[in-house]
């Protein structure tokens, strides 16, 4: 192990495609699941084997340049241990020691979005990069408040920056915005991309359930964390948004979380909800880009708009100058959906 | 308002005026929140690079002689300001780097970097002290480069991201801090300087980052003038300049910023005043992306002097894909400075302009590559010529500019030798013998009328 395996990761006949995992929760562990489960079909797709070489959590690591065996690993994590603790390859320590000093060819990061604290993860994938690794994140903060500086030091770094699952889960929002820029002109989106709200509101609409009701239902079903605050403030929403408008390219490009103007679904009143109904109307919380700026609210659409989409689904439409709208409905959240989402990127990493 | 204010060497030379810029800091933060860039002390940064060189060549008593040199002013200027507490461990960080420069006799760009950045670790060290300020240097402050020490490019994003994470929270509290000009970091935490535009350049980049309402250039001269006053005792400050207009007199002078330091400003739209110490209340001169328009087409007439023309003749030449390049790629190999460039669609020469201190090495280079490839047949040396570059944003679409510049010289019988104008059309750059120079810059500064227009500056 040292600095001098870094710049491996950019060599092609790298033996096989070494995976330091940053967060093993819900997503860390899919992901782990799928490559054990999985491991022959994803090495026909990948051109070569995948290993996990490091495996963090908050609290310690696990390492083994050989590979670590998953089950192993989803058993501690059952007994509600650290991997820092599990015999032979356990160790505690610094996360940001194993992102620069193992000798991997990519770092995937699944930490917890958290926009007031966005730097430990960020700096994860910061150092990544400078130690000549390439970044695949689902971690939705270091992006939300950085990323022109993140592709910067990608295209400096000569690696790839990949960040499909942020946005849509396996849903690919993100490659069809890309590809839509490519051959016209996105003048506009508007978008559900936060499962958790468009659940509480897809709730109150039908059931005529006040927002509280609503919301416990939610957690109820495992739809909403104990803390709702990132969904239903707004925040989680914003987050994307400012990634769908980077990647876009546009009018959004170059934003960062500071130029959204946020307003969550906290307390709506259930008067609201019925007023739009009587109008035909239901009241969503939008995401949108135009030419009055990035914008996260609750806003009223058409009950027959594609945009009326029910329970946790999320969907976007985008307006293009020439081609009209594109609307693209899928599920945005799950950890196999998330995992898959990152398998995504680690293939097309591998044969950029 | 949000201000970032920048000392040049001069202003720091010595303990009186460290004083005196400090009272300028203190009077705008009165008024304004406030970030401090700073120079290293008037030829600082060359006695830096040259006890650099001595001990790379194992002079170990030049190195020592120049060490004693930086040690002594520093020390004199820091107990004078109480300072020599914080001087006295960069003093010894800045040996213990010599040392081991004299030790290995090999001087690497990376530790040539290490070295110069001491000057304004010094200078702000000192300065922040009379201020009660926090000092930084620019890799605290967040400016990440690439790795070309000497000559280091910011990755901007990267910069502009991390200037703004760690400065913002302290302007916003109104934390006083001042930050090293010209020394920055690669991604790594290693040392680096920025070379070309150096401590402007910092200025900027912070002033871009923090969104500051306005970046204050501090120097001994009261803004840019529409000519020097040596040449033409009438000339007069300018009171504003469009960005296009400041880099392109930014290659004329010592006095006017370079390009590459105006580039941030211009690109975030963050106005840039160039003002003196001597006279803080004088507003100076006000670079800023839409300068209110003037009566005068042509704004400033600077000169460069000094300059030999080098012409590369013959046939072989025409319709010959690559000469050009072959030309430049020559020049380039010995680290000329091309200044200008003409060549008529006949192809038959190219004209360069050099600084006259280049250009026996140019011929030479040239001649090799002639021989090599055949390309020419001869190469003239026109020794002691001057550029003469009108400038001016109004220029552009403007018709009959160019006629008025060339009949009001040709009135005085100054034969023109070369001219070019670039596609930007904010100036025109004219090729006159050495002696004519003058002349015809004074010509045309009068046929303009700019000493009429322009507030009267104090010189
Ligand atoms: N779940 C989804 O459907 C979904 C969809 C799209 C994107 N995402 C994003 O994916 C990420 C992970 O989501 P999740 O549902 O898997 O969250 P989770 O279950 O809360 O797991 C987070 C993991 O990160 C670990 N962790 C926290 N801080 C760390 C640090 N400094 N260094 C190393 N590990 C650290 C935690 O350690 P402990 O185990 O010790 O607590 C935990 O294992 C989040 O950023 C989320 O926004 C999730």
């Known amino acids: 192990m040292g600095l001098g395996c870094a710049r491996r990761a950019l060599c092609r006949y790298s033996p096989g495609v070494r995976i330091v995992l940053i967060g093993f929760g819900v997503v860390g562990q899919a992901l782990a699941t799928m490559l054990h489960a999985q491991r022959q079909a994803l090495e026909r797709r990948l051109g070569a084997e995948a290993r996990l070489v490091a495996v963090c959590d908050s609290r310690g690591c696990a390492l083994a340049p050989a590979g670590l065996d998953a089950p192993t690993l989803l058993e501690a994590k059952a007994e509600k241990k650290s991997v820092g603790d599990i015999p032979g390859v356990g160790q505690r320590i610094d996360t940001m020691r194993v992102v620069l000093r193992t000798a991997a060819d990519v770092v995937v990061q699944t930490s917890p979005s958290d926009l007031k604290h966005p730097r430990p993860a960020l700096d994860h994938l910061l150092g990544a990069m400078r130690a000549g690794k390439h970044a695949v994140s689902v971690n939705k903060a270091p992006l939300a408040v950085a990323m022109p ?177 594109v609307t693209l409905v899928g599920r945005g959240a799950g950890g196999a959906e998330t995992a898959t989402a990152i398998v995504r990127d680690l293939i097309e990493i591998g044969t950029r | 308002m949000r201000i970032v204010m920048k000392f040049g060497g001069t202003s720091v030379a010595d303990a009186e005026r460290i004083g005196h810029v400090a009272g300028i800091v203190r009077a705008a933060a009165g008024k304004h929140q406030v970030l401090t860039v700073v120079s290293a002390m008037d030829g600082i940064t060359e006695q830096l690079l040259e006890v650099a060189d001595a001990a790379a060549s194992g002079n170990d008593l030049r190195t020592g002689e120049l060490l004693t040199a930086i040690r002594d002013r520093h020390l004199a200027c820091a107990y004078a300001l109480g300072a020599h507490e914080h001087v006295r461990p960069l003093l ?293 010529v001057c550029v003469v570059a009108p400038v001016g944003a109004a220029m552009k679409g403007t018709p009959g500019v160019a006629a008025r510049i060339f009949t009001c010289i040709a009135g005085l019988g100054i034969n023109v030798i070369a001219i070019a104008q670039g596609s930007s059309e904010l100036s025109i750059s004219i090729v006159v013998e050495g002696q004519s120079g003058p002349r015809a810059v004074a010509a045309i500064h009068k046929e303009f009328g700019l000493q009429g227009d322009q507030p009267q500056a104090n010189v």
């Open chain 1, 149 to 325: 500086a993140l592709l910067e030091s990608a295209r400096y770094n000569r690696v790839s920056l990949a960040y499909s699952g942020t946005v849509g889960a396996a849903t690919p929002v993100l490659a069809l915005a890309a590809r839509l820029a490519t051959g016209d002109t996105i003048t506009g989106i508007r978008a559900i991309i936060n499962g958790t709200t468009n659940f509480i509101l897809s709730r109150m609409a039908e059931c005529d359930e006040p927002f509280e009701a609503a919301l416990a239902h939610a957690v109820k079903l495992g739809y909403a964390e104990t803390d709702p605050s990132n969904d239903i403030d707004g925040i989680d929403t914003a987050m994307k948004l400012v990634i769908l408008a980077n990647h876009a390219g546009g009018v959004g490009k170059g934003c960062s979380y500071s130029d959204v103007s946020v307003q969550g679904i906290r307390g709506l009143p259930i008067e609201r909800v019925r007023e739009a109904r009587a109008r035909g109307k239901v009241i969503k919380l939008i995401a949108s880009i135009s030419e009055r700026g990035l914008l996260v609210a609750p806003t009223e659409v058409d009950v027959d708009s594609p945009l009326n989409v029910p329970r946790n689904m999320n969907a976007v439409t985008f307006s293009m100058h020439n081609a009209g709208d």
């Open chain 2, 92 to 384: 010894e960080g800045l040996e213990a780097v010599v040392h081991g420069v004299l030790a290995l006799e090999e001087l690497t760009p990376r530790s040539t970097d290490a070295i110069a950045a001491f000057g304004e670790r010094l200078s702000c060290a000192m300065l922040a002290h009379v201020l009660g300020a926090t000092p930084m240097d620019g890799r605290q402050a967040g400016i990440v480069t690439d790795d070309h020490f000497t000559e280091a490019d910011p990755l901007m994003d990267l910069s502009m991201f991390q200037v703004q994470e760690v400065l913002g929270p302290m302007m916003d509290k109104g934390q006083p801090v001042v930050v090293t000009g010209f020394v920055a970091a690669n991604q790594h935490g290693v040392t680096s300087t920025l070379g070309r535009g150096g401590s402007d350049y910092t200025a900027t980049i912070l002033g871009s980052a923090l969104k500051a309402d306005e970046i204050w250039i501090y120097s001994d001269v009261d803004g840019l003038m529409t000519a020097d006053p040596r040449v033409v005792p009438e000339a007069r400050l300018l009171g504003a300049l469009g960005f296009a207009e400041a880099v392109e007199m930014g290659k004329f002078g010592a006095k006017s910023m370079h390009p590459r330091a105006l580039e941030p400003a211009a690109a975030y739209g963050v106005p840039v005043r160039m003002r003196s110490t001597f006279k803080p209340d004088h507003p100076g001169t006000l670079i800023s992306s839409a300068p209110a328009p003037t009566a005068t087409v042509v704004r400033a007439v600077p000169m460069l002097k000094g300059l030999a023309m080098l012409t590369v003749g013959g046939a072989a030449m025409v319709g010959r894909p690559g000469s050009a390049s072959e030309v430049f790629a020559s020049l380039a190999r010995e680290r000329i400075n091309i200044h200008m460039i003409c060549q008529s669609v006949s192809e038959s020469g190219i004209s360069l302009v050099v600084s006259q201190a280049q250009a026996d090495r140019a011929k030479a280079a040239l001649e090799r590559t002639l021989r090599q490839h055949g390309l020419a047949r001869t190469i003239d040396v026109r020794p002691g």
